[in-house]
């Protein structure tokens, strides 16, 4: 039986030219934005020129803070949130792939809450935020979803503590989602994002937690993915392809709204938390196997339902359906590259069991929700073997 709750406030508006609805959706919102980006590929895309012009046209002035990384810090969190607190900032724009929209996230936070971002985290300050500016995501990559999710995934580089938070106060008020902003999006960063996607599906559908609202998206955003990366991948400037990734994406995130991931994504947080240029996808395609093989016997009826309805495995067993799923996920994950192992990205052998420790600890909701009842000793051995 399943029960579940489904709140999803966040206004989407989706589709070629999506970006042009952004000063009407901005006056919505104020007459003074921060812009959150990274810093190089919004500029010389020209995106972000684009974004200054379209808010200018609306009589919106800005500020723009532009030093955010990959695996985005507390620390440029902390700083952005000054500036905007100082500017008088009344809402935040992500512009970018999920570090720059997730940490506008985290700024819109920290700027109307005392004592900076980490505050407002479990395992740091565990305080809840009392509110938070208003926010516009406007993705420039198809992964993370976090143009449809409560959540903001943060480092804190002092203890390499990578972790999510998820507060209502942080859906986005409005996401403007435009496939043709995906289009620079290179060759690697097309896989990784894709993939993210891809176990924001696969682990909302073998969550405890699974429902027939999340399990409908969560399968039919799978299809779109294994159909349309090998095509994205090619040429970059298919834009239904493009289309088809950008929507898995945003549907992927409405799964992990409802349902949430499982304990592929806390272990990955434990890689890149130490390992910060292991791309995220990457390291979900490196873990994700193992996981599953770890837990087969609590979910192969689920394994075989996606081979079955997405990879198109014709087999009535259940258990060897969802061993032919897994090779399957195997082979289409090699097509791009993503089946490395964990020492070939430059992970070394001692760190394994902090990462373990640090996963467990910082993501054990999502442990919780993960079928198997996994400890800590699971997590190391699923390391270890994609070592
Ligand atoms: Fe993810």
Request: aromatic share 8%; hydrophobic share 40%.
């Amino acid at each position: 039986m399943y029960s579940f709750k489904a709140f999803l406030p966040t206004k989407l508006i989706f589709g070629v030219k999506a970006l042009q609805k952004l000063p009407k959706e901005a006056k919505k919102l104020g007459t003074k934005a921060m812009i959150v980006t990274g810093r190089h590929s919004t500029k010389k895309s020209g995106l972000l020129d684009r974004v200054l012009s379209l808010l200018k046209s609306a009589g919106i002035s800005t500020v723009v803070y532009d030093k955010i990384t990959p695996n985005p810090t507390t620390t440029q969190v902390d700083e952005a949130a000054e500036i905007a607190k100082e500017e008088g900032v009344q809402f935040v724009i992500g512009l970018g792939g999920g570090s720059p929209i997730d940490s506008a996230k985290c700024i819109a936070i920290a700027s109307l809450n005392e004592g900076g971002i980490w505050n407002y985290v479990k395992v740091g300050g565990g305080k809840k935020p009392k509110s938070a500016l208003p926010i516009i995501a406007i993705p420039t990559t198809h992964g993370t979803g976090t143009e449809a999710d409560p959540f903001a995934v943060i480092t804190n580089p002092e203890t390499k503590t990578k972790v999510g938070i998820g507060y209502n106060a942080i859906f986005p008020a409005v996401s403007l989602i435009d496939p043709e902003l995906m289009l620079t999006l290179p060759k690697n960063q097309t896989a990784y994002t894709s993939m993210d996607a891809f176990y924001h599906s696969i682990e909302a559908f073998l969550n405890k937690n699974a429902n027939p609202y999340s399990d409908l998206l969560a399968i039919d955003s799978m299809k779109r993915i294994i159909s349309n990366l090998p095509l994205a991948y090619k040429d970059g400037l298919d834009i239904k392809a493009r289309t088809e990734l950008t929507w898995a994406n945003t549907e992927a995130g409405i799964t992990e709204t409802i349902t949430g991931v499982i304990a592929n994504h806390a272990i990955e947080h434990g890689i890149s938390g130490y390992y910060p240029n292991i791309a995220h996808g990457l390291g979900l395609c490196v873990t994700g196997p193992y996981l599953f093989e770890h837990i087969f016997n609590q979910i192969f009826e689920r394994l075989a339902q996606v081979g079955r309805e997405v990879f198109g495995i014709y087999e009535n067993n259940d258990k060897r359906a969802a061993r032919m799923m897994i090779e399957k996920l195997r082979d289409f994950q090699d097509r791009f590259g993503l089946n490395k192992k964990l020492s070939a990205l430059g992970v070394e052998k001692e760190t394994l069991k902090k990462m373990a420790n640090t996963s467990y600890e910082a993501m054990y909701g999502v442990i919780e929700t993960t079928p198997g009842d996994l400890k800590k000793e699971d997590l190391l051995e699923i390391l270890e073997r994609a070592f």
